[in-house]
């Protein structure tokens, strides 16, 4: 057995972990230099040019950039006219926005189980959440992964509920052909650094509903009229905020929808090649394919099974980090996940101003709880599926290499300590205190 770098061996990887950087290149660079130029630094023409861009990369009429996905999630639902009382269905392994967008608007979230496989919204499951209050289904293509839509399509029809497709991770992956983002009433993607497409902080929607483009339009900026034009400047009708990208984000932008295909054929490269090293490794499950689309790869997932490793995912992480592909520290950020139901803020229901509005609202008639077993299927993904690695596009072939390597290593040595009889016990408090 090749002795692990936790057990005093020498580590895979000698030097730094790897690091993720923004994708910025020349065109990036003059682009943005030509704003400063401008001396028009906010919202103006080159977020119209970047919005238009967006608009023909997806085939669709209409784009709003705004200032990232989270806000982008919120104009959509603003725009539905969710409101206090009504309910919208949401998955529970998700980034933590999908969910808190719906309580921007004083609305629940109604978490629903996921398929085990491709860790998306179960279709079956939803159909079982659906009451007279639910208003809205927010689908998450989760690390690129689309969703099953039919399904979940004939829910909102048969109930008639809108459909916000929350694809904030996946740029570019399809449906039975059909650009993710393009199926719904509307479509939500991020841009912060990290994710397909990146202007450090930033996130689009995308409708082909001219009705909810404006609406969407003016929930982007403190809900002005956007027909109206400058005179809809200082009338303010409804409540109101300020989610407006900058004219140096869109340029920016712009020059990454123009470079995305590239990118995201990159990162599926990447996937593939990590696929390839990691084929036939014990105790490990590769990320699937989905039969019904054509996936993206934001990060790679895989599923460590316990009954084969002989220990848990925590484990299998500190063992993982020892061989230095990735920094310890990071083990909750970019590596963890709990189920969003049993996040405190839900369990508590913890509302602005110490209240429990709007989980306890007096315009809420249904009765809510978040609780462990509320959706089996995530809780047991969060405790069996590691986010092994980004695999944006500048990686080196040596990160991958490190990054198989590192796995293989870890899993075979776990395997044959656990048919042997030895304990794996290498997570500290110091380890659970990071999580
Ligand atoms: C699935 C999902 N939804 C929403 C968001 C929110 O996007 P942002 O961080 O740009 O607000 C993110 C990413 O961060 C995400 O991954």
């Known amino acids: ?26 065109e990036e660079f003059d682009a943005l230099m030509e704003v400063a ?46 409101g206090p009382g009504d309910e919208v269905i949401v998955p529970p392994y998700t980034f933590v926005a999908t969910d808190t967008a719906v309580l921007e608007q004083n609305a629940i979230p109604i978490f629903a189980d996921i398929d085990p496989v491709h860790l998306t919204l179960d279709p079956e499951d939803v159909a079982r959440r659906i009451t007279p209050r639910t208003k809205a289904i927010i689908p ?52 912060v650094t990290g994710k397909i497409t990146n202007t450090g902080e930033g996130g689009f ?23 109206l034009g400058p005179a809809s400047k200082y009338h303010f009708d409804l409540p109101c905020t300020n989610y407006r990208i900058t004219n140096m984000q869109s340029a920016i932008g712009t020059q990454q929808m123009k470079r995305a295909w590239d990118m995201i054929h990159k990162r599926t490269e990447n996937a593939h090649y990590l696929s390839e090293k990691l084929a036939g490794v014990p ?29 848990d995912m ?43 509005c709007p989980f306890e609202c007096p315009w809420y008639d249904g009765h809510v709880e978040y609780y462990k077993g509320l959706c089996p299927v995530a809780e047991k993904a969060c405790e069996e599926v590691f ?30 300590k656990t048919a042997k009889g030895i304990p794996i016990n290498y997570a500290t408090d110091e380890h659970r205190a990071l999580l």
């Open 1 to 26: 057995m090749e002795k692990l770098a936790i057990d005093g061996g020498a580590p895979v990887r000698g030097g730094n972990p790897i690091v993720e950087t923004d994708v910025f290149e020349q």
């Open 37 to 82: 130029k401008s001396k028009k630094l906010r919202r103006a023409e080159a977020t119209l040019e970047y919005e238009q861009t967006i608009a023909e990369w997806f085939g669709v009429k209409h784009a709003i950039a705004v200032s990232n996905g989270t806000t982008a999630l919120h104009i959509a639902l603003a725009a539905f006219g969710i």
């Open 140 to 191: 998450v293509t989760i690390s690129g992964t689309p969703v099953d839509m039919d399904p979940l399509m004939d829910l909102c029809k048969k109930h008639n509920l809108w459909m916000l497709e929350d694809a904030c991770q996946s740029i570019g992956a399809r449906y039975k052909g059909q650009m993710v983002g393009t199926i719904g009433d509307v479509g939500v993607f991020s841009t």
């Open 205 to 227: 929607v995308i409708t082909n509903n001219s009705d909810l483009f404006e609406k969407m339009w003016g929930y982007m900026d403190f809900a002005r009229r956007r027909s």
């Open 283 to 311: 105790g490990i499950v590769l990320p699937a394919e989905p039969e019904y689309g054509e996936r993206v790869y934001f990060y790679y997932l895989i599923r460590l099974l316990p009954e084969v490793l002989g220990t």
């Open 314 to 356: 925590l484990n299998f992480a500190v063992a993982l980090a020892a061989e230095g592909v990735y920094n310890i520290k990071y083990l909750s950020t970019t590596r963890w996940m709990i189920p969003q139901h049993l996040e405190p803020l839900f369990v508590n229901k913890a509302g602005y101003g110490g209240t429990k």
């Open 387 to 416: 986010w092994l690695a980004s695999v944006h596009p500048l990686l080196k072939k040596q990160d991958l290499d490190d990054v198989a390597a590192a796995v293989t290593k870890v899993a075979n040595a776990f395997v044959e």
